[in-house]
């Protein structure tokens, strides 16, 4: 017997990095696709730099899921390859989280689903944030992206001439969520119609 899921699901988890506001912001667009079943996970270090840096409560992030589970609960659903989960993304991802995902301790469930998501040969995305690099972490980073993993540091574009961080967090999120295949037009894209003006595009020679 076959079962088909209608809708995709996609398991969004926010920790301790800076940029809580991008998982704000990931989800608020998520939200607004009817076809996508939203699971969302928080880190502790995720509820603390949530209220720091957004003064935002974890509450109102898990009303804008369909499903919330618990980080320690490494028995929820997604620790399962079983669990049909088409993607998962980890925004913003810490350090410490995307080294737990490298070196294989899964002792939380963030880690564990995004073992799984690796080993099912899954989309997982990771918007690591952390600055300067040292060795250990472009190690860890190279690591990951061998495993599969996207990594995809929140670093803004200016192409599209943003003006405010709205525009910036928008225009990063919209390309996270391309990472995963989910169309949405939250920022001028380049060389569309409706977007940004390619330039160059009529001399193929330097010349020219
Ligand atoms: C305000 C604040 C900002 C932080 N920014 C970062 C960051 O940008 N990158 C990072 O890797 N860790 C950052 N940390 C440290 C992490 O929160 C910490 O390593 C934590 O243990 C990560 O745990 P988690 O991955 O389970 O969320 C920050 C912590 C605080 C309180």
Known sequence: MTKQTKKRRILV?????????????????????????????????????????????????EAMADVVHSAANVGAAPASGSFRLDGMIIVPCSIKTASNIAYGNTADLISRAADVMLKERRNLVLAVRETPLHWGHLETLTRLAKLGAVIFPPLPGFYHNPETIDEIVDQSCMRMLDQLGIDVEAAPRWGEADGVAPIGANSCDEDG
């Open 13 to 61: 988890a926010i920790t301790g990095a800076s940029g809580a506001i991008y998982g704000v912001r990931l989800l608020e667009m998520l939200r607004g696709s009817s076809n996508i079943e939203v699971h969302l996970t928080l880190s502790k270090a995720g509820r603390l730099t949530l209220g720091a840096e957004c003064r935002r409560e974890a509450s109102e992030l």
